[in-house]
């Protein structure tokens, strides 16, 4: 998905957003390089999570802070994993386990430090019973269950800290529909904003129903060109591919591969590519794959 005009302002607001929460006090030498990278991109050839991860990049080198939401995604995956119990318990209650746990990773995804639709601690539980009621915006998950009970492997790829530990939960729960399945779940390959790393996938306990494996590439979605080549053999090679979030659905939804998209529409931009209103769960078969498995 190619960049739209719509997100520029919202890439350099994340810019000015993380540069503040890092005490960044001079900042003109930073959107110097931030609108002098912008002049070069190609923005038919380009996605914007390819984009903001190369700011990204120029910020960390500009504040010398390697991992500005490194304490902003372990307060998000505590505050996840001590509701877990709980709200794992409410799936295993629900009359369809597997959807509910579908459900709440969707959810899940609302946890976003995008300046537009950031939401606070006290948002999420709010959002949490809103939303756990309704329906998807789009429901491929019969689908999605099928697949996983034929599958031999399957690559999740990862998104948000906190939206992670109900990851882990969907993956126990296909794992319990496909336990021939071997599961490979990706995180970024270097920090990018809220985005999970190898370090929060194994602090949460995915390690415990997947193989943790890390893309390579520090792009806000998975860039393939730009990851690593073991990223990409696991990839050529699985049966099936989860992505969840929507830079994930930027970046692969032009893809000839068999993917399942998990997200929440959280901007008008996505919403209308996909075609339902916006704050809308997806669960979503690739258009691309849908007649040819």
Known sequence: MRIQEKCIPCIVNQTIKTADMV???????????????LS??????????????????????????????????????????????????????SLD???????????GNIIDFNPIHALMPEDIESYF???????????????????IRRADTLLYLGDNCGEICLD??????????????????????AAVVNDSIEEDAYRVGVDAYADIVSNGDSSLGTVLYRTSEEFQEIYQKADLVIAKGQANYE???GEQKNIY?????????????????????VCMKSQKTRNLF
């Open 23 to 37: 005490g960044l006090k001079e900042k003109d030498g930073l959107l110097r390089k931030v609108f002098a990278y």
């Open 40 to 93: 070069t991109v190609d923005f038919n050839g380009s996605s914007t999570p390819e984009l903001i991860g190369e700011i990204f990049s120029l910020l960390k080198k500009e504040t010398g802070c390697v991992d500005p939401y490194r304490e902003t995604r372990m307060r998000y995956n505590e505050m996840i994993l001590g509701q877990l119990p709980r709200l794992e318990e409410e799936m295993n209650e």
């Open 97 to 107: 386990p597997f959807l509910a746990s579908v459900k709440y990773a969707i959810i």
């Open 129 to 147: 019973r809103k939303l756990e009621g309704e329906d998807l915006g789009i429901d491929d998950s019969a689908l999605l269950r099928q697949e």
């Open 168 to 189: 882990k939960v969907l993956i126990k729960k296909i794992k319990e529909l496909g336990p021939q399945c071997r599961v490979y779940f990706a995180t970024r390959g």
């Open 251 to 253: 970046c692969l939804s």
């Open 261 to 281: 998209f998990l997200l929440m529409t959280k901007c008008k931009v996505i919403a209308d590519d996909i075609g339902v209103p916006e704050m809308k769960m």
